[in-house]
């Protein structure tokens, strides 16, 4: 069997990891998920979620039918999903994003079953639907062969991920050079998640490239320089620095926010058919 395609996506992601010696540094887990900050994100691009090609070729491709959306985080595609009529099931390993989910969904009056736990580990619970969908994981996912193959087989009709042209910290690189003198990699890509489809599937994805709005958002500058002091491990008496660095690539948006870089953000749905 060839595994030369999902070896490499393993390889490149290890390379991402954050050196230890900064983060004993600053005593933080970096990585830590904001259920909040990414119910703002989910809110913020409700409106402009007509236009998402994502949820127009799941759609599609579903045919009114059943969806599973694995690392559903707060519910940006599946409450709409399930709002379109759609029978949607989600997967969520972490509890505090499974149960802002359940709290938004009330919230908007959609009916979903929710699994709380790991794919592909969970993959058993979830049943088999027309759609097996995932927006925004790849990256998170170093086993990536499992990730793919459990998405493959537990779907009826195709298979849909939206992922960023890059890795999402592709941003933050030229900070961390600027902080800590450190290089961040340029892979994985896209392209070589296609070839990681193409090895465990044998099906080359088709691919859209579009644009959405900038993705995390904060209240005021005190909450901006916070998140990004603990995402670019800033020990506490580099904290002027980092936010000299930082203001100069603070944007307002037209709804109020602050956000980090552009206005836009390049986005790719990969899609394949059974
Ligand atoms: C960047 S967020 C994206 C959330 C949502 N899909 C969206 O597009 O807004 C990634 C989510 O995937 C979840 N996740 C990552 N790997 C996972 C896995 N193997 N199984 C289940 N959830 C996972 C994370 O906990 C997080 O909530």
Same mark, same amino acid.
């Given at each position: ?19 230890q010696?900064?983060?004993?540094a ?30 127009a070729?799941v759609?599609?491709?579903a ?6 959306d ?41 009916v ?18 027309d ?7 790849v ?19 195709g298979?849909?991920v939206?992922?960023?042209? =890059?890795?999402?910290?592709? $941003?933050?690189? *030229?900070?961390?050079? &600027?902080l800590h003198? !450190? %290089?961040?990699?340029? +892979?994985? @890509? ?12 044998g ?19 005190q ?6 002091? =603990?995402?670019?491990?800033? $020990?506490?008496? *580099?904290?002027?620095? &980092?936010?000299?660095? !930082? %203001?100069?690539?603070? +944007?307002? @948006? ?7 870089g ?7 749905t990969?899609?394949w058919?059974?």
């Amino acid at each position: 069997m060839e595994t030369a395609a999902r070896e490499a996506w393993r390889s490149f992601l290890e390379a991402w990891a954050i050196p230890q010696r900064l983060i004993d540094a600053v005593g933080v887990d970096p990585h830590v998920w904001h259920p909040e900050f990414w119910e703002r994100m989910r809110r913020a691009e409700a409106s402009r979620l007509q236009e998402s090609p994502t949820l127009a070729i799941v759609e599609d491709i579903a045919g009114g039918g059943s969806v599973l959306d694995v690392g559903a985080g707060t519910g940006r595609l599946a409450i709409p999903l399930a709002g379109r009529g759609h029978r949607v099931t989600t997967v969520e390993r972490d509890p505090d994003m499974a149960r802002s989910l359940a709290a938004e969904a009330e919230r908007a009056g959609a009916v979903m079953t929710q699994v709380v736990g790991a794919w592909p580990l969970v993959a058993g619970n979830t049943g088999i639907h027309d759609v097996v969908l995932a927006t925004q994981v790849v990256y998170d996912v170093a086993g990536i062969g499992g990730f793919v193959e459990a998405m493959h087989h537990r779907s009826r009709r195709g298979v849909v991920v939206e992922m960023t042209p =890059r890795h999402p910290w592709t $941003p933050l690189s *030229r900070y961390f050079r &600027a902080l800590h003198g !450190l %290089e961040r990699p340029s +892979r994985p @890509t896209v392209d070589d998640f296609g070839r990681v489809v193409e090895e465990v599937v044998g099906i080359s994805p088709q691919q859209r490239h579009w644009t959405a709005p900038t993705g995390l958002r904060f209240a005021d500058m005190q909450e901006l320089l916070a998140f990004y002091r =603990r995402r670019l491990l800033v $020990p506490p008496v *580099r904290s002027i620095e &980092a936010a000299a660095l !930082l %203001e100069p690539d603070v +944007r307002h @948006t037209d709804d109020g926010w602050l956000v980090l870089g552009p206005e836009e953000r390049d986005v790719v749905t990969l899609w394949w058919r059974k």
